[in-house]
């Protein structure tokens, strides 16, 4: 009997699914509190890892073949995982507005957050967990699914030493946040999955998402996260949710487990650092690593309270944007499969892998197409003292306008091509450029955004040029041709360190010019009506509006986002 076991165990085409399925489903049904099936894909060969439905969890049988464990205590960790997902995981959010590489970092940070959630309720499915992980990659391996892989193993493993900064990184960040803000705040662990995708878009860290599978054997194919749109083209794209397959196990009634309520603590949260130049017009020179730009999550105070949330009780009416018209210009569509014309970029980079012994890109052509039409635009708010202290109609201060403005053109852009993320800043000197991540591209706009929005405060003064390069690089890594930022400020740029009143200008009509450069348009909208001067200074002749009366701000900032999104 035993040596039948093992060779059931070492063969994956034996029945040994088949003799796990009913104690798999009194699990599932026990961890899940509501009857749940647990069955064997038939997937074919997209069937990589285990895919998670609503109702239903199916097991994957290549899983098994990458694993060296029991099928019985691998596919006990799939089960618990899966579980974990339908418990405490958002599904189903629209993945258009991330790229391949940000999504799957978004998904590993996720299966770690809500693991460790699970492991909250149940204490020894942690140990479940990291007993499949996969094994550590060699020394001088940095791959994509390599860094994958020590990452979950360095959230999953306190004991897990890694001599790689992006690694520790990753650590650090997912360990603060959970501190800071709690497991519950999903949200939150996706801003520092952004920043994660980012850095590894800058050390040029290469992701093939047609080829692309996660490291951990036990973990599912994140299909069940993700709506991928019908009608997308993207050769990129990830692989979307794969369609029923057919089941061969009965779902069993489950016991009775209580919901347990994250609690989340009320602490800013640090994500990143970041050195920023800053030009100064006297002179006629850049200032290298002048100022410290701190990229925050804001704590989450007593604004987030029904009676206090300036988001949940609108004094404006919801905006509805004009239909946005574009040119449409025909293009070069660079790095395809085929094409007409040789892409020299991709040519040198090809070149460049051939000498370093690397897989080379094989994607090397170009062809005429027609540009997207979707665009991004980063609404940036001034967040200083004065916000606090302006007395404006409607009984709130420009502060709650400009948050309920932003909140309002966000849900004006749920059901178009466009997104809107929503950012804001204020400066305590050179040192200490406050940047908050309120609310990013195609987040949904659910209570957690509410809080975050509602939550940040109005302090300190206006350092706009430093904010204006931190705004400039997020724009930079989205994806498309129509890119703008969108500034709502209520008084020229100051700060306590600077007395020379040109300074600030100078610095920030540099910035400007920077992203002008970098394909960025920007347009600011002042609630001030002395603004006349140094926004034309800063911003140009034509891309400016000015407020005189703070309750047009929602008005004015719909008509600000239709003009960018025009191109």
């Known amino acids: 009997m ?63 073949e990458d694993s060296v464990a029991p099928a019985s205590a691998l596919y006990r960790a799939t089960v618990a995982h899966a579980v974990a997902h339908l418990l405490y995981s958002s599904l189903q959010q629209p ?24 492991a909250r309720r149940y204490p020894g499915v942690s140990d479940w967990f990291l007993e499949h992980l996969a094994p550590v990659p060699e020394a001088g391996n940095f791959s994509f699914e390599a860094l994958m892989a020590r990452m979950d193993r360095a959230i999953a493993d306190p004991g897990y030493a890694d001599d790689n900064h992006w690694v520790n990184k990753a650590r650090r960040l997912f360990e603060e946040t959970q501190s800071h803000r709690g497991l519950g705040d999903a949200a939150a662990f996706r801003a520092v999955a952004s920043i994660l995708a980012n850095d590894l878009g800058q050390m040029r860290v290469r992701f093939d998402p047609q080829h692309h599978v996660v490291p951990a054997p036990y973990r599912d194919d994140h299909s069940i996260l993700w709506q991928h749109d019908e009608d997308a083209q993207d050769e990129q794209q990830s692989i979307a949710a794969p369609r029923s397959a057919p089941m061969r196990a009965a779902a069993l009634p489950p016991p009775h487990v209580d919901s347990a309520q994250e609690v989340r603590p009320q602490a800013e949260v640090e994500l990143s650092r970041t050195l920023h130049a800053e030009w100064h017009h006297r002179l006629g020179l850049w200032r290298r690593d ?19 949330n300036p988001l949940l009780h609108h004094t404006f009416s919801p905006v509805s944007l004009h239909r946005v018209r574009r040119i449409s210009r025909r293009q070069r569509l660079r790095r395809q499969w085929e ?23 094989p994607r090397l052509f170009m062809r005429p197409g027609r540009e997207t039409g979707a665009s991004r635009i980063l609404v940036l708010l001034d967040l200083s003292e004065s916000t606090n202290d302006l007395s404006v109609a409607h009984g709130a201060s420009l502060l709650d306008i400009e948050k ?3 909140f309002l053109l966000a849900e004006a852009t749920l059901h178009t091509h466009d997104s809107v993320a929503v950012h804001g800043f204020n ?47 997020h724009l930079m ?29 100078e610095d920030a009509r540099m910035a400007v010019q920077q992203a002008n450069r970098a394909g960025i348009r920007t347009f600011c909208l002042a609630v001030d009506p002395a603004a006349d001067r140094y926004v034309r ?5 034509r891309d400016h509006g000015i407020a005189a009366d703070a309750s047009h701000l929602p008005v004015q900032l719909q008509r600000a986002f239709v003009r960018l999104a025009a191109g």
């Open 2 to 64: 035993k040596d039948d076991l093992s060779a059931h165990l070492v063969n994956p085409d034996a029945d040994v699914i088949d003799g796990l399925l009913p104690s798999l489903s009194w699990l599932s049904s026990g961890l899940f509190g509501k009857p749940l099936v647990v069955a064997e894909s038939t997937g074919g060969p997209r069937a990589r890892r285990t895919i998670i439905t609503r109702e239903q969890v199916l097991l994957s049988r290549q899983a098994l």
């Open 339 to 361: 094409g007409e014309d040789i892409d020299l970029n991709a040519a040198i980079e090809v070149l460049m892998d051939l000498r370093l012994d690397l897989q080379p890109e």
């Open 537 to 541: 200074q800063i911003f140009g002749w």
């Open 95 to 118: 993945a258009r507005v991330l790229k391949p590489m940000s999504q799957a970092v978004v998904s590993a940070v996720e299966d770690a957050r809500v693991e460790r959630l699970l």
């Open 404 to 406: 309920q403005a932003a």
């Open 427 to 473: 400066s305590n000197t050179r040192a200490e450029v406050s940047y908050y991540r309120l609310l990013e591209w195609g987040e949904p706009l659910d209570d957690a955004a509410r809080d975050r929005l509602a939550s940040v405060p109005g302090r300190h003064s206006t350092r706009l040029g430093a904010a204006l390069r931190q705004a400039t690089s």
């Open 477 to 505: 890594a989205q994806p498309g041709r129509h890119r703008g930022l969108l500034v709502v400020t209520d008084g020229a740029p100051s700060d306590v360190d600077v007395f020379d009143p040109d300074y600030l200008v």
């Open 290 to 308: 002048w100022c410290t730009v701190v990229e925050k999550l804001p704590a989450l105070a007593a604004a987030k309270l029904k009676h206090t």
